[in-house]
């Protein structure tokens, strides 16, 4: 019988021919039983062709292939045929540091219902360069005090995630929300753990130089109210698994405040104003806090005028 890999890397891969070699490569340099696992998002150019040509090899690189459905599709596919203990993702356009996750890796043992929060880099152009993203060394956090902390990242890829922990709660990434996938995963993975160990050893490289990244702004409406739709979607998920909502209010209510200041740009049509209106006042209903900002209320009150009022409040402030 084949041993179970200790580490399942998940690459989400869309139109990614000129970067998806090297991820592959360098997460090939650690040192231990790892899997990769890409998931090729209905790309057109030579993705698949530079992936399959890679398994001659690396045999233990799994490539399993979805029409263009979003990295959150893709995500879930790659956790569904992931076999590892231990979860990890990676963009196409980013890369591990192999030395630094075998640290990591000796230290973790076998995956229960701890998370583990590594550091990250971020690699910009000169003179910038490499810049640490650090987190809280050696500390052991309780999923309440660290939800309500500024420690909590919102990238998946600065956590090592136990598979046990996904599967046995049915944790999926929310496909057809636009924006904020990370940070739902994150808090509903957390929300169901017993606690987050934070190690400040960069493991992930964060690529800044590639202008195509899937990142980048999306200005369409759909995107435009992604946090309030993962802040409902997040309170569902905590009142099906009953989870006190208590625990995830304050990155609820990060997230519409999130909504405020970034995605409160563009032209809304009525019915849309009353959409908003309607995600706000569902939220509100299980997490008052987000009550007491005036920016709720002007927004309930009026919502063309108080949009308006944010957005000068945003231009004045900041």
């Known amino acids: ?125 000169q003179p910038e360069g490499i810049v640490l993203h650090p987190v809280p060394d050696e500390k052991l956090f309780t999923p309440t005090e660290f939800l309500a902390s500024l420690s909590f990242q919102g990238s998946s890829c600065n956590y090592l995630f136990p598979a046990q922990l996904i599967h046995n709660n049915n944790i999926t990434f929310p496909e057809g929300i636009l924006n904020t996938e990370d940070q739902n995963f994150n808090i509903k993975c957390i929300s169901c753990s017993k606690g987050i160990y934070s190690i400040n050893l960069p493991v992930y490289n964060y690529n800044h130089l590639n202008e195509s990244s899937a990142s980048h702004s999306n200005k369409s409406f759909k995107w435009r109210i992604g946090p309030l739709e993962s802040a409902l979607n997040i309170i569902e998920f905590c009142k099906e698994k009953k989870i006190d909502i208590q625990i995830v209010s304050t990155q609820i209510n990060r997230l519409v405040e999130y909504y405020y200041f970034s995605h409160i740009y563009g032209t809304y049509s009525t019915h849309e ?15 008052p806090l987000i009550t007491k900002s005036l920016k ?19 231009k004045i402030r900041f």
């Open 1 to 125: 019988m084949a041993e179970i890999p200790k580490l399942s890397i998940i690459i989400p891969a869309y139109q990614a021919e000129k970067f998806i070699a090297n991820t592959i490569s360098k997460a090939y340099e650690i040192h231990k039983q790892i899997e990769i696992v890409i998931v090729n998002d209905g790309s057109k150019d030579n993705t698949l062709k530079v992936c399959t040509e890679l398994q001659q090899l690396y045999p233990n690189l799994k490539i399993f292939t979805q029409p263009n459905k979003g990295v959150s599709a893709a995500r879930n596919l790659g956790i569904k045929q992931a076999q590892g203990q231990w979860i990890f993702f990676c963009d196409s356009d980013d890369w591990i540091d192999a030395p630094n996750m075998e640290i990591i890796l000796n230290r973790i043992g076998k995956a229960e219902d701890i998370i583990y929060l590594v550091a990250m880099n971020f690699v910009k152009p």
């Open 273 to 287: 104003l009353k959409y908003i209106c309607n995600l706000l006042s569902q939220i509100a209903q299980d997490c």
């Open 296 to 314: 709720y209320r002007a927004i309930r009150l009026n919502p063309l005028i108080g949009i308006y009022l944010i957005r000068v409040y945003n």
